[in-house]
């Protein structure tokens, strides 16, 4: 059983496009959600926290739905140096211990 | 700006040899960790280190591996004796005191660490 799930992609989108990921969690108790974007044989890096009201950071905006445990997130614009592996990450209530999810890779094209 | 910083950066070891990663986490922070990628698959977490103790451990996580913070800005993961399976990226994070459980996490640019 996967406990965060993401389709692996690869996305193949223009410069300009808008994207959207999509990621599932299976543990109900799941407390902390996160987009951490990884470039190739690089460290993850925070690019936003999920709130249950959802939240925007300029081009970037992540959802959540708690009751079908369901995480997204839309780029808008995309630009090529947006092109990176996208994970979805998820903190269970009482834990510290972060669980990623495989990743969707990005590869915006000129 | 403050980052996490590992040393070093490729380690190659021989099966059954003991290995040190090195940590130095950003100063102010007090809970740290250390998460591994293998080529190919998921970052999966190892380890988390709070008030000079093992706060939380996952499966991977047995007997082969410790952790210590020799001094006051040292974090280190010993493997006891390598496997070929342990090659992997090994990652070291670290975190401020919880200021909410969106609190991030920041990462090290990792040791690869590989197993002949």
Redesign the interface.
Known sequence: RKEVEQDPGPFNVPEGATVAFNCTYSNSAS??F?WYR?DC??????LM?V?SSGNEDGRFTAQLNRASQYISLLIRDSKLSDSATY?CVV?D?G?????????TRLQVQP | EPEVTQTPSHQVTQMGQEVILRCVPISNHL?F?W?RQILG?????LV?F?NNEI??K?EIFDDQFSVERPDGSNFTLKIRSTKLEDSA?Y?CASSEWDRG??T???????TRLTVV
């Open positions: 407390q902390s996160f990884q044989r690089k460290e993850p890096k925070l926290s709130y994970l903190r209530t834990r510290r211990a972060l669980t990623f999810g495989s990743g | 809970y960790y998460y698959q998921k970052v999966e977490f988390s709070y706060s939380e996952s990226m990652f459980m969106n991030e996490a920041f990462f090290g640019q990792g």
